[in-house]
C-alpha cells in the first residue's frame, strides 16, 4: 500500500469503515462517514450546540422560545392565541382606506392610490375612468 495514512475510520462504533474523504462532526469534532456525519445519525451528545434554531413571530417579530420535544408551529400558535402584542383586538379596525368616489362606501385593507388626483381608492374604482378623475389631464388608461 503506498499510502498508509490516507483516510480515517469512521467513529460510529458500528461502523468504522475506512474513508478516504471523512467528514468531521462541528459539535463533537470526531470523523465520521458520508453515512454518519450528521449529529442525528451519530446521536451526537453535543447537538445541542449546533440546533439553536429559534422561531421568530410573524405578527410581532419577537422569538418564542421553544422547549426540547416541541414542535415549533405550535409553541408560535400558542403565542398567537395567548396574546401577541400585535394581534388585532375585536374592536380594532382592519379596513380603514375608505373610497374616495362620492357614493360609494367600501373600504380596503391597503391604500389603492390613483397616480393623477391621488386619491384613495376601492378596487372597482381604482383607474381614472371609473372613479371620474378630478385632474385635469387625461387619463392613463381606457378601462371601462
Same mark, same amino acid.
Given at each position: 500500500?503506498?499510502? /498508509?495514512?490516507?483516510?480515517? +475510520?469512521?467513529?460510529?462504533?458500528?461502523? $468504522? #469503515?475506512?474513508? !478516504?474523504? /471523512?467528514?468531521?462532526?462541528?459539535? %463533537?469534532? #470526531?470523523?465520521f462517514c458520508?453515512? +454518519? !456525519?450528521? =449529529?442525528?445519525?451519530?446521536?451526537?451528545? !453535543?447537538?445541542?450546540?449546533?440546533?439553536?434554531?429559534? /422561531?421568530?413571530?410573524?405578527? %410581532?417579530?419577537?422569538?418564542? /422560545?421553544?422547549?426540547?420535544?416541541?414542535?415549533?408551529?405550535?409553541?408560535?400558535?400558542? +403565542?398567537?392565541d395567548r @396574546? =401577541?402584542?400585535?394581534?388585532?383586538?375585536?374592536?380594532?379596525?382592519? !379596513?380603514?382606506?375608505?373610497?374616495? $368616489?362620492?357614493? %360609494?362606501?367600501?373600504?380596503?385593507?391597503?391604500?389603492?392610490?390613483? &397616480? #393623477?388626483c391621488h386619491?384613495?381608492?376601492?378596487?372597482?374604482?381604482? +383607474?381614472?375612468?371609473?372613479? @371620474?378623475?378630478?385632474? &385635469? &389631464? $387625461?387619463?392613463?388608461?381606457?378601462?371601462?
Amino acid at each position: 500500500m503506498e499510502f /498508509p495514512d490516507l483516510g480515517k +475510520h469512521c467513529s460510529e462504533k458500528t461502523c $468504522r #469503515q475506512l474513508d !478516504f474523504l /471523512p467528514l468531521r462532526c462541528d459539535a %463533537c469534532k #470526531q470523523d465520521f462517514c458520508k453515512d +454518519h !456525519f450528521t =449529529c442525528a445519525a451519530h446521536n451526537c451528545p !453535543f447537538a445541542f450546540k449546533k440546533d439553536v434554531r429559534v /422561531p421568530v413571530c410573524p405578527l %410581532c417579530n419577537s422569538p418564542v /422560545p421553544v422547549k426540547k420535544g416541541e414542535t415549533a408551529d405550535a409553541v408560535v400558535g400558542a +403565542h398567537v392565541d395567548r @396574546g =401577541c402584542s400585535s394581534r388585532p383586538r375585536r374592536n380594532e379596525k382592519v !379596513f380603514t382606506y375608505r373610497c374616495s $368616489r362620492d357614493g %360609494c362606501r367600501r373600504r380596503e385593507v391597503l391604500p389603492v392610490a390613483c &397616480g #393623477q388626483c391621488h386619491g384613495s381608492f376601492c378596487i372597482q374604482h381604482r +383607474h381614472p375612468l371609473d372613479h @371620474g378623475c378630478s385632474r &385635469g &389631464g $387625461r387619463a392613463l388608461s381606457t378601462a371601462g
